[in-house]
Structures are given as C-alpha cells and as structure tokens.
C-alpha cells in the first residue's frame, strides 16, 4: 500500500478561505464553455490562480459566468482585465492564459447539494478594468 509520506501535524484541519478584498490574480488555464446546468444556455467557467496574498498563493477560484445580458458584460470585463479588447468578433480564450487581472473577492454562502444548511465560499464581485475610473 502506498504511503502519503506528509508531517499532518503542521497540516491544518480546515482550509482557511481567501482573504477578502482586491487581488492580482493569473488566468490558470483556457477558460471553457460550458451548457449551463439549466439547459438554456452556457456558461463561460475561468480558473483564477491568486498571486498576491502571503500564504495563499497558488490558490484557485473557479467564476462561472452564466452568459446572459449580465454575463456578458462580466465576460468582456474578464477580457478587458486581462488586457485584450474584445470586439465584434469576441475573442479566442486561450489568449487568456498566463495573463494577471484584479478582481474583487468577497464572502458569500450557497446550500451544497444535497444538504440544507449553507456554507461559506468566497467569489469574484467584480474585475477591475484598467483605465477605468474606481467604483468603490
């Protein structure tokens, strides 16, 4: 049998959440379209690696963007971030990848599936476009 050759007594017992507030963070991977649990639609699903925080480093949000109305326009912030300029032919995804964009994270809580009480995560409120005049 194998053995998972770790020092558990330096390991913590829970994972300690991101902290909140403003954040570099790098494109980890080629964001992904994806048909949206509903059926009517899609998703367009980006992995952001945190690069600023001691301690947190590494660590990975995943933003599903449902791509409605609002959606989109979260969808062409991400680019924007990033430093592309989406126009009328949007924009290939890959171009994404290693690019660093700041984003906001705050608390928010969501029911598992399958269980009742909620639990705490923490998700991206809003990118912050370069350029852009503050909205805070």
Same mark, same amino acid.
């Given at each position: 049998m194998?053995l998972?050759? *770790?020092?558990f007594?330096?390991v913590p017992?829970?994972?300690? $959440?991101i902290?909140?507030?403003?954040?570099? !963070?790098?494109?980890?991977?080629v $964001?992904?379209?994806?048909?949206a649990?509903?059926? #009517?639609?899609?998703? !367009?699903?980006?992995? @952001?690696?945190? /690069?600023?925080?001691?301690?947190?480093?590494?660590?990975?949000? *995943?933003?599903?963007?449902f @791509?409605?109305?609002?959606?989109?326009?979260?969808a062409?912030r991400?680019a924007?971030?990033?430093? @592309?300029?989406?126009? /009328?032919?949007? !924009?290939?995804?890959?171009?994404?990848?290693?690019?660093?964009? #700041?984003?906001?994270?705050v /608390?928010? !809580?969501?029911?598992p599936?399958?269980?009742?009480?909620?639990?705490?995560?923490?998700?991206?409120k809003?990118?912050?476009?370069?350029?852009?005049a503050? /909205?805070?």
């Open positions: 194998p998972l050759d *770790i020092d007594t330096t017992n829970e994972i300690q $959440p902290p909140e507030g403003l954040h570099v !963070f790098e494109v980890a991977s $964001p992904d379209i994806k048909p649990k509903s059926g #009517k639609g899609d998703n !367009f699903v980006v992995s @952001l690696k945190l /690069k600023d925080c001691p301690g947190f480093e590494g660590r990975i949000i *995943i933003h599903s963007i @791509l409605n109305d609002i959606g989109k326009t979260t062409k991400v924007l971030a990033a430093g @592309l300029n989406p126009g /009328k032919d949007g !924009f290939r995804t890959e171009e994404l990848v290693g690019r660093t964009l #700041k984003a906001e994270v /608390k928010d !809580f969501y029911i599936e399958g269980k009742t009480e909620k639990e705490e995560t923490r998700r991206i809003e990118y912050v476009v370069p350029g852009e503050s /909205k805070g």
